[in-house]
């Protein structure tokens, strides 16, 4: 989505499985400026996924989250502890200072 004055108003999309997530990004790869996803998930993990939707929309930013810590992750060789990362459990208000940080508002 697009910013107007100084609102930080953003429509969510919300998806149940991966490969909702990517048909929502086929359909609507204009608004779409980020993706929050859990690291392991059935079918697909979050880098996958990430992966996939970022050939639609290469300038998609990611957050990822888990219950595992980051360090968990990244020894298991899923992820670079350097991405953008929330161990679950969060709350809003992290998560939309997560938001804000990776979207540079």
């Known amino acids: 989505g697009h910013a107007q004055d100084d609102t930080d108003e953003r429509a969510v999309l919300t998806a149940t499985t991966p490969a909702q997530a990517v048909y929502l990004a086929e359909k609507d790869s204009k608004n779409i400026d980020l993706l929050i ?43 670079d502890e350097a991405v953008n990362f929330l161990e679950k459990p969060f709350s809003i208000k992290t998560v939309a200072a997560k938001v804000r940080e990776v979207l540079d508002l």
Not at 37 to 60: Q, W
């Open 37 to 79: 996803t859990d690291v392991v998930m059935s079918g697909m993990n979050g880098i996958e996924l990430m992966e996939k939707i970022h050939t639609i929309i290469p300038a998609m930013k990611c957050i990822y989250m888990s219950g595992y810590p980051a360090n968990v992750i990244a020894y298991h060789g899923v992820m």
